[in-house]
């Protein structure tokens, strides 16, 4: 019979793992994979941005929103910070993104391991978690392995990003145990759609500002580099909004608007006649090559019923502002999103208000706690998914 048993040895479970410990409990890991953490070595293109110092609640999201604030405070925050300082990581910090000063995400998973090492919590790898009974105590994959508990501790992620051993199975479990689950939508993810002009801007890298419409209506706006493929669009704002539109796009209609021209603050129209006064006597391919990429032009032009070889100053009015358009409202319209395995995240999961926020343990199931992705909220891009998850582990392992 097991104290306390963890599902999952990823970024919630083993942090979970730790506070339990450190409360005098004797602790088991059990973890699919034959290490733990993969998943924590991939984030930040394997540099690891673990926090964010803009702890914001407009950066989380759930159909329960309102409970993230007994999650994601002051207080937690501060312990948080305290608990990656005691373990001895050292952040380097950029525009109030945290990283490990090495830059390495080996650097946090390591540490969080030697933890573990030196509290003696025990880890069982390559065992696959397929089905848990209650009755008295826990009992985990009863026909196979048999491992019996007192308390259990939930902390299998989702289903994205597979390759790291998130499979999915927390749902199941959670529903043969009680819970429901809000369907589950790939989130961080790349956005496609069916342009013919997709091929041609693939590869091209731009700053810009983004805007989402859903059914005509201004939903959210993001900047910052956006990365066109052959498919649709990607890159960090783009991620921030697909979490949105994954969830509503079986529904409603989800557009995309692009402004080119992020930099320019003064009237378009105006900017672009002064323009092109300092550089008479150019086409409007040679105009716009001073601030565009050379596979743009053609497809904003073109889409703007526009001649390269035409010179500003002989466009008629409508003509001009159909070129602002495709210039600073370039619409996209979205049809799909990558799938969970190119997604960083998941929305979805077992609502907030099937759980105690303020320590993790199931309402439904005594003893029972969850953590991390496996719950309804999903982060923003920065350092937020992370920022739950250990949040979420620390919760559980100190009041289990």
């Known amino acids: 019979m097991k104290d306390i048993v963890i599902i999952g040895g990823g970024a919630a479970g083993l942090t979970a793992a730790i506070f339990a410990a450190k409360k005098g409990h004797k602790v088991t890991i059990i973890e699919r994979n034959n290490t733990c953490g993969k998943k924590i070595l991939i984030t930040g293109n394997g540099k690891c941005n673990f926090w964010n110092e803009d702890q914001n609640l407009t ?55 030697t933890e573990i090492k030196n509290l003696n919590i025990e880890i069982i790898y390559n065992i696959t978690v397929t089905e848990i009974t209650k009755k008295d105590n826990f009992i985990i994959n009863p026909n196979k392995e048999n491992i019996k508990t007192k308390k259990l501790i939930i902390a299998t992620g989702s289903n994205a990003c597979p390759k790291t051993g998130s499979n999915g199975i927390g749902y199941t479990i959670a529903q043969k145990l009680g819970h429901q689950i809000i369907k589950p939508y790939p989130g961080l993810v790349q956005l496609k759609g069916f342009e013919p002009y997709f091929k041609k801007w693939a590869g091209v890298r731009t ?19 956006l990365q066109l493929t052959d ?26 608007s692009i402004n080119f021209t992020p930099w320019l603050k003064e009237n378009q129209k105006t900017w672009l006649k002064n323009q092109n006064k300092l550089v008479p006597d150019r086409t409007l391919e040679e105009l716009l090559e001073g601030f565009l990429n050379y596979k743009l032009i053609p497809i904003i032009l073109k889409e703007a019923g526009l001649n390269q070889n035409q010179t500003l100053d002989k466009l008629k009015d409508f003509e001009l502002d159909k070129l602002i358009q495709k210039l600073t409202d370039f619409k996209v319209k979205i049809t799909g999103t990558n799938t969970f395995n190119e997604a960083q995240i998941c929305t979805g999961g077992i609502p907030l208000t099937e759980i105690n926020s303020k320590t993790m343990e199931s309402l ?20 937020y998914n992370l920022s739950f998850a250990w949040t979420t582990g620390m919760l559980a392992g100190k009041n289990i």
């Open 59 to 113: 950066h989380y999201h759930s159909s329960n929103k309102e409970y993230i604030k007994n999650i994601i405070n002051k207080e937690t925050n501060e312990e948080i910070l305290s608990f990656f300082k005691k373990i001895g990581i050292v952040p380097k910090i950029k525009n109030g993104y945290y990283y490990p000063y090495s830059e390495q995400s080996s650097s946090i998973k390591n540490a969080l391991l």
């Open 231 to 256: 498919y649709g669009l990607s890159g960090i704002c783009i991620f921030n909004l697909s979490s949105y539109i994954a969830r509503n796009l079986e529904n409603h209609k989800e557009e995309i």
């Open 207 to 225: 700053d810009a500002i983004v805007t989402l419409y859903e059914d005509g209506k201004k939903i959210k706006e993001e900047s910052g580099q």
């Open 364 to 383: 439904k199931v005594k003893n029972l706690y969850f953590t991390g992705e496996i719950l309804d909220v999903n982060g923003d891009c920065g350092g």
